[in-house]
């Protein structure tokens, strides 16, 4: 069964300062991996997607994450948080069962950003 | 492309009573997932559908239930409502039997029962 780690259920951070939030996976099978965001009363948007062709993923917004098959890890980073950024971040694996990919999330990190 | 949409985006009812929730997914998509969200739980996986059968069903009691029509719109009932089913409803929608394809999610409903 796969499931999803994410530690820290707060993250704090200046503007202009580096953004990391760590996951890790669990996964019998090589995983499909996913960062989501969620604002206040929103659902997820996706910020990216690991499909195995590269091990460092781009997403929008200037956030990336390594996939890290050693480490069993997909971290996301920024280089420079901006005050917008602050929301709350999920992880989340997907492999297949039972015909469907259904992905498990982590419990989720919120990022806040200081002035 | 039109996203996700659910309805209503907020709710608010009396114990012991039902509610329906309603996602239309994007154009195309043919499975549609729930989820509830809580602070406590975080995002818990409902059920998906898929060409109006149900393929998956997540850890929920059989208060819970859902459908999906024809045209992959999909609803879900609560009955018998519990004050501990207060909490924000994800619908999600993505394209078949793709490994890694994300799910696009709706804004959610935001069911508070008293």
């Known amino acids: 069964a796969q499931s999803v780690t994410q530690l820290g259920s707060h993250v704090s951070v200046s503007e202009g300062a580096l953004v990391l939030l760590r996951c890790n996976y669990s996964s019998s099978v090589p995983p499909y991996l996913f960062w989501y965001v969620q604002y206040p009363n929103q659902g997820l948007q996706l910020l990216l997607k690991?499909?195995?062709?590269?091990?460092l993923v781009k997403g929008i917004n200037d956030f990336e994450a390594e996939f890290k098959k050693s480490e069993t890890s997909f971290h996301l980073t920024k280089p420079s948080a901006h005050m917008s950024d602050a929301a709350e971040y999920f992880c989340?694996?997907?492999?297949?069962?039972?015909?469907?990919?259904?992905?498990?999330f982590g419990r989720g990190t919120s990022l806040i950003v200081h002035p | 492309k039109a996203g996700v949409t659910q309805t209503p985006r907020y709710l608010i009812k009396t114990r012991g009573q039902q509610v329906t929730l309603s996602c239309s997914p994007i154009s195309g998509h043919r499975s549609v997932s729930w989820y509830q969200q809580t602070p406590g739980q975080g995002l818990q996986f409902l059920f998906e559908?898929?060409?109006?059968?149900?393929?998956n069903k997540g850890n929920f009691p059989g208060r819970f239930s859902g459908r999906q029509f024809s045209n992959s719109r999909s609803e879900m009932n609560v009955s018998t409502l519990e004050l501990g089913d207060s909490a924000l409803y994800l619908c999600a929608s993505s394209e078949w039997d793709r490994s890694n394809t994300e799910a696009f999610f709706g804004q959610g409903t935001r069911l508070t029962v008293v």
């Open positions: 690991y499909t195995s062709a590269a091990t």
């Open positions: 989340a694996v997907s492999e297949r069962a039972g015909g469907s990919y259904i992905p498990t």
């Open positions: 559908y898929f060409s109006e059968t149900q393929r």
